[in-house]
């Protein structure tokens, strides 16, 4: 399937029908709320206090429900009105905005104790009008995000990047606004697991926040690269031995190539008497 | 839209305005919502605010009460004014009408409680 953001621009692609499927698809909606769950938990707020924070893309509010969940007050940012009146039907609780994030954003000067975006930040690298310049209007979005955002206030971005060239793009213009941070890529040996989170910070460089990475998979890591370690030690077995002529058939097996199968018999002397 | 976010809300991003706040409510429909009072969040707001900006909508609306028009020293005890805070900040939502840019006198719809700050092209 063809990446969304290939088939039309935002304010058109979720439309009634998309929109609808943020109600009713459980699976959508489960990924949706674990995925802004991992990004409040990245925002690292001091505990236990309520926030005011903005949600940007936040589409039909599942993220900001999570937020309200959480106690914090939120305003939305969305471009597709489909979407925010899917919002309205699901009677979130925080203030709906309609406008294009690439515009700018228009709030005063330190209003946000922090910022949160579901899959919203790769739409920003499409040009859907001939006057888009992607890397105007990105710079445009994180520069009005840096100053309406408070001193120690943290930006977080859940994103579908297409290509490297994209990431680092999204990249160069969140610092060049005067943001710190990186991107903190969880599983990221795991093609469905994967997601990627722009971190961004206001308030001087601080260490990235871990990435999350499978138990198991861990375990797997350091299986293989203990058994290449053993092999390693062990070396290629002797020529023409019998560990030899196994290897070989066992390799001509693997690449399809008619193969005598194994016996007692195989790698063995022949006795004097033939 | 609640008058929190109208608080926060400029059109610097017009071509040519330069602060655009506060933003003018012309307001056809108004709600009022209860929702949970939580003094804990009107408290770490309230220095946020601009408390002029909240009291001239509010009373631009109609819905300012007897709401202080400004901020008295020790507020962070006084829980009927925060309280009083909450209803304005929170509760009171322009559903239908008009944000106007004191700038360029730019008009911006709300609909169904939705302000649109969509821009046209030739005004970035």
């Not at chain 1, 290449?228 to 399809?256: F, N, V, Y």
């Not at chain 2, 220095?47 to 909508?57: G, I, S």
Request: hydrophobic letters at 35%.
């Amino acid at each position: 399937m063809s990446r969304p953001e290939h088939q039309a621009p935002p304010e058109l692609f979720y439309n009634e029908n998309e929109a609808k499927k943020y109600t009713q698809n459980s699976r959508m909606i489960d990924i949706q709320v674990q995925m802004s769950e991992r990004a409040i938990e990245l925002l690292a707020l001091p505990d236990d206090e309520p926030h005011f924070l903005l949600d940007l893309g936040c589409g039909s509010g599942l993220s900001g429900s999570v937020l309200e969940d959480q106690g914090h007050r939120w305003v939305g940012f969305d471009i597709s009105s489909a979407m925010l009146d899917v919002a309205l039907e699901r009677e979130v609780e925080g203030d709906l905005l309609l406008g294009d994030l690439g515009q700018g954003l228009p709030f005063r000067a330190g209003a946000f104790d922090g910022a949160v975006s579901i899959s919203a930040l790769q739409w920003l690298c499409n040009a859907d009008k001939t006057s888009h310049h992607p890397t105007k209007r990105l710079y445009k979005f994180f520069s009005s995000l840096y100053s309406c955002l408070s001193r120690t206030a943290r930006a977080v971005f859940q994103f579908y990047p297409e290509n490297s060239d994209q990431m680092e793009l999204m990249t160069t213009q969140a610092m060049k606004a005067g943001f710190f941070g990186g991107v903190v890529v969880d599983y990221p040996n795991s093609t469905k697991a994967k997601k990627f989170f722009l971190v961004l910070m206001c308030g001087g460089a601080a260490p990235l926040p871990k990435a999350m990475v499978e138990a198991e998979e861990e375990e797997r890591i350091s299986y293989s690269s203990k058994r290449d370690q053993l092999k390693k030690m062990r070396g290629k077995p002797l020529k023409r031995s019998k560990e030899w002529i196994l290897e070989k058939k066992e390799r001509r097996r693997r690449q399809g190539k008619p193969t005598k199968s194994d016996t007692k018999y195989t790698g063995r002397k022949r006795s004097g008497r033939f | 839209m609640k008058l929190l976010t109208h608080n926060m809300l400029t059109s610097k991003c017009l071509k040519g305005v330069n602060v655009g706040y506060p933003l003018g409510i012309v307001a056809k429909d108004i709600k009022v919502l209860e929702t949970e009072f939580n003094s804990e969040f009107v408290l770490r707001i309230i220095p946020k605010l601009d408390w002029d900006t909240l009291w001239n909508a509010a009373d631009s609306i109609g819905h300012s009460g007897d709401l202080p028009r400004t901020l008295c020293d020790d507020y962070e005890n006084d829980v009927e004014f925060l309280k009083k805070a909450h209803h304005v900040l929170l509760e009171v939502e322009v559903i239908n009408g008009e944000l106007v840019c004191p700038e360029s006198g730019r008009k911006f719809a709300i609909n169904k409680g939705i302000p649109n700050m969509l821009l046209n092209e030739d005004e970035l």
